[in-house]
């Protein structure tokens, strides 16, 4: 097993800083922005923040499981294609944020942050590295975001369908083949909840 990248255990911090300084004397912030300032560190910070959205308390804004279905799904599309940032449309960008939720979303993610650190490390990178894992993780982006813009409305169902996609953005960014793993393993429950309302 790989030993732990100090700057691999780090990189949750730094996302979340780099999500902070957007607060600054600011009442709402783009969507864009957000994109912008976490985009170069690739997709997976991006599916950590968007899945993130769900869970913290920024997910109670109206219309976010939506917004956030919609980027998930270009993630996965553009993944597919081959990029390597995330491109949105002007309408998307466009949509704000409240800062004040977004400071209490981080103030609770950075002792989750601290936790996560000994656990997370670059390791079994073929597993993250691998290009029928990454489309594989594309395809799943695409589904989840689909569900989610339809039926996102079913209470809890947002929160469970974002866990299989936090983990493997914790994998993708940290270069974890075994936490990207768990994510895969995470959609047994995703797909149960789905099929309990479904069928």
Excluded: C
């Amino acid at each position: 097993m790989a030993e732990a990248d100090p700057q691999g255990d780090d990189q949750l911090s730094g996302l979340l800083d780099d999500l902070e300084a957007l607060l600054d004397n600011r009442e709402r912030v783009p969507l864009g922005e957000i994109i912008d300032a976490l985009g170069a560190r690739g997709f997976g910070p991006l599916l950590v923040t968007l899945s993130a959205f769900l869970i913290l308390p920024v997910g109670m804004i109206p219309g976010m499981p939506g917004l956030v279905a919609i980027v998930l799904a270009l993630i996965g599309l553009q993944m597919l294609i081959g990029q390597k940032r995330l491109w949105a449309p002007v309408g998307v960008r466009s949509r704000t944020v409240s800062a004040e939720l977004l400071r209490v979303s981080i103030h609770r993610a950075r002792p989750i942050a601290r936790r996560l650190r000994p656990v997370l490390m670059p390791r079994y990178y073929g597993l993250v590295d691998n290009g029928l894992i990454l489309t594989t993780a594309a395809a799943i982006f695409i589904g989840t975001g689909v569900v989610i813009f339809l039926i996102g409305f079913i209470p809890g169902l947002p929160f469970v369908l974002s866990i299989h996609v936090l983990l493997i953005g914790l994998g993708m960014t940290a270069r974890d083949g075994i936490v990207t793993l768990l994510g895969f393993a995470a959609m047994a429950p995703a797909l149960w909840l789905l099929g309990k309302f479904l069928l």
